[in-house]
């Protein structure tokens, strides 16, 4: 006989679950994905599918055989949602066995063996790109003009606007602000990049999707944006011919997928809204920094990543008091 938990009231019923704020998030990811079919075409599809399925079996295979749980989580919906995050911070021409490394790596290592869904430290797409990136610097960083749509393994490459912007910064000779894409082409995604990353209208329809179904709240994706505008802007007044504007900067690499996506994972990021705030001042500060003074051309993934590190530091400094505490007592 199964024993009640019995609690004083008020009793409050919430019509939000696991399962349909994941699926919520699905949806909200559909236009970056048919933008992704439209610029690369077979190259997105494939590697969506790879990453999507390998995942789904990953997490199935380790609940069933090495946790051994006798209910499977896959249908909450956060393996789907890993494999397609995971998908869509990869190239469109990367190899399928790359792909299934990198799912292997999220689910296996950064999601389950902390014990699934809930109790990963790392939003695990981000960790299985970062994984991927270390391993395999050199397929990682090949990107596939867009337009080839029939073109996988075979996709002729080119530079990406971040590779430009770098350029721009570390003055190589032969590279010109003339070489970025126009506004135009940025904001609908006509240019290379990662599969989900390239179109910041379809991003930006996802984000309102979100926000008007109260999936996620505003505090994380414009504390992010509004740093990273803000202190890309001041870099450009004090050197326009090195640093590109701050809305170049929004529209390009994967500013507007981290802070829609990534960011505002519910696991690894703050729970209340200061904290919120904090946590994406502090991943635009830390992107900001990596693309105009660190290696890589991009700082989006690893600011997530190490900002959520430091989430549980943020929600210890931002957690309200309880009622009474630090009150004089007579």
């Known amino acids: 006989m199964e024993k009640l938990i019995i609690s004083l009231s008020p009793h409050v019923h919430g019509r939000d679950s696991v399962r349909k704020n994941m699926y919520g998030v699905l949806v909200a990811l559909v236009p970056a994905f048919l933008a ?14 790879v990453s999507v399925a390998s995942c789904v079996f990953f997490e199935w295979a380790i609940g069933r055989f090495l ?43 950064v999601k389950m063996s902390f014990g699934g869904l809930g109790c990963n430290l790392f939003n695990p797409a981000l960790a299985g790109r970062a994984f991927l990136l270390l391993s395999f610097p050199a397929q990682m960083t090949s990107w596939p003009a867009a337009g080839q749509l029939t073109a996988y393994a075979d996709a002729v490459t080119t530079a990406t606007p971040l590779a430009v912007m770098k350029g721009l910064i570390n003055g190589v000779p032969g590279v010109s602000a003339g070489q970025l894409p126009d506004a135009f082409a940025l904001f609908f995604g006509n240019h290379p990049g990662c ?21 996620i709240t505003w505090h994380i994706p414009v504390s992010i944006l509004v740093t990273i505008f803000v202190l890309t802007s001041a870099m450009h007044w004090a050197d326009p011919a090195r640093y590109a504007d701050g809305f170049t900067h929004l529209l390009t690499g994967g500013v507007m997928l981290g802070a829609i996506f990534m960011a ?39 600011a997530i990543l190490i900002m959520n590190a430091f989430t549980p530091l943020i929600n210890t400094y931002v957690k309200p008091k309880r009622f009474g505490e630090g009150a004089k007592t007579r």
Not at 36 to 43: A, E, R, T, W
Request: charged share 10%.
């Open 36 to 49: 992704s079919l439209c610029f690369f075409g077979v190259g997105a599809l494939v590697v969506t599918l």
């Open 67 to 109: 946790l051994k749980r006798e209910h499977a989580t896959v249908g909450d919906g956060s393996a789907l949602i890993t494999g397609v995050l995971l998908a869509f911070n990869l190239p469109s021409n990367l190899p399928v066995w790359i792909v299934i490394l990198g799912a292997l790596f999220a689910i296996g290592v």
């Open 195 to 215: 599969v989900g990353e390239v179109s910041a209208l379809a991003l930006l329809l996802g984000l309102a999707y979100m926000l008007w179904r109260r999936i």
């Open 264 to 302: 505002t994972d519910y696991v690894t990021s703050p729970m209340n809204h200061r904290g919120m705030l904090v946590y994406g001042a502090c991943i635009g500060l830390l992107t900001v920094v990596i693309r105009l003074f660190g290696a890589y051309p991009e700082g989006m993934s690893f």
